[in-house]
């Protein structure tokens, strides 16, 4: 039976990390689009569990590097790495010591399993709390969903804020769970502990249409310009519009946005609200929203991209639920701060590694 045990457990690590290796492959393609997927390798690094040989993805470039398996190192996994990359990969912290006591043959908790992965709330509270000394003029703003078991499992909404710096770099300033959907209300009191903290001199806020979010920030950052996201205006649209209808209309809207000028983009939205309100009502709606939609378009033209749309935040929470599908739902708050610590301190430091293309541009125009 213990051998049996063993074997599953084996099975199990190498299809957790089988699965690490081919989602770190597909971020990969997804931001290098000039390549493709080329297969697999082997390798057969020493573990707990023995000697097991993995499939190494890689690409036809060549260039894709994994973070689990550095080129050229000789590989062990110890139970505490074991641990950590499951806790990481979305298993959920009773799972993982389950997994532990098997091995083992004792119990183990889930402070345990904590304390290996070395998290605490006084660690995931500095990075919440940490004070904010540079100064960030963009915020792009926006929540997703998760699934969290309190007394039944339900979603809820986790609200999170980018920053973009003048000389180029970003950072995520910060990530709330407060239960529940969202709301502007809350937005407000997040905007606030931004302040609170630090944060000063934002020009500009970038968010979908979510209603009364206009109004908490104006009463926060008087001086930020609220610019609408062009990416959920044409989602929006999409989903109230028939099907016949899509493609003209998605074919006007990339025109607009590819006006010369503010007051072109304005005049052909205006002529875009008369032409489609005659047909669908809901569209009438943008005739108050043409200046939110189009601030960005006071931005040099090669720039103007980074300020159009939120899809920074779109691609962050895709790989967040990415992240987290393995564990099904999140099996209390706990577990849930824990892992968005995980997701969101990893995310900042790979946005504070790299500037943004034309970053001169981006400090020429807020500096």
Avoid at 50 to 59: K, V, Y
Avoid at 186 to 202: A, T, Y
Avoid at 220 to 232: D, G, I, N, R
Avoid at 282 to 311: A, E, M, Q, V
Wanted: include cysteine.
């Amino acid at each position: 039976m213990n051998d049996l045990i063993f074997t599953q457990l084996a099975e199990e690590f190498k299809g957790m990390v089988e699965k690490i290796l081919k989602e770190e492959r597909q971020k990969y393609l997804e931001e290098n689009k000039n390549t493709r997927a080329n297969g697999y390798y082997t390798r057969t690094p020493k573990t707990i569990f023995g000697d097991i040989e993995l499939n190494i993805p890689r690409t036809r470039d060549s260039k894709f590097k994994s973070s689990v398996f550095p080129e050229r190192k000789r590989i062990t996994f110890m139970l505490d790495e074991i641990v950590d990359a499951m806790f990481k990969s979305g298993i959920s912290s009773r799972k993982t010591g389950k997994v532990v006591e098997n091995l083992f043959g004792c119990s183990v908790s889930s402070q345990y399993i904590s304390r290996i992965s070395d998290i605490s709330q006084k660690v995931i509270d500095a990075f919440k709390n940490r004070k904010i000394e540079n100064n960030y003029p963009v915020l792009y703003i926006d929540a997703t969903y998760i699934p969290i078991r309190r007394d039944s499992v339900e979603k809820e909404a986790v609200y999170a804020v980018l920053g973009l710096r003048s000389d180029g770099k970003r950072s995520i300033l910060a990530y709330h769970m407060p239960g529940g959907d969202e709301k502007a209300s809350m937005w407000h009191n997040i905007f606030e502990d931004l302040r609170k903290r630090g944060l000063k001199d934002v020009r500009m806020i970038i968010s979908d249409d979510l209603k009364g979010l206009s109004k908490s920030i104006e009463e926060t950052f008087p001086q930020a310009k609220h610019q609408l996201c062009w990416f959920h205006l044409k989602k929006n649209i999409k989903n109230r519009v028939r099907k016949r209808h899509w493609d003209e209309i998605l074919n006007e809207l990339n025109e607009i946005s590819d006006s010369k000028n503010k007051e072109e983009a304005e005049e052909k939205l205006e002529e875009f609200v008369a032409k489609w309100s005659r047909i669908y009502k809901s569209i009438s709606n943008l005739k108050n929203k043409i200046d939110s939609y189009t601030h960005f378009f006071n931005f040099p033209r090669k720039i103007r991209g980074y300020f159009s749309t939120t899809n920074w935040m779109e691609r962050c929470f895709k790989e967040l639920k990415d992240s987290f599908r393995i564990r099904g739902y999140f099996h209390s708050e706990n577990s849930a701060e824990k892992f968005l610590y995980l997701f969101f301190k990893d995310k900042d430091s790979k946005y504070q590694e790299r500037k943004l293309r034309y970053s001169e541009n981006i400090r020429e125009v807020f500096e």
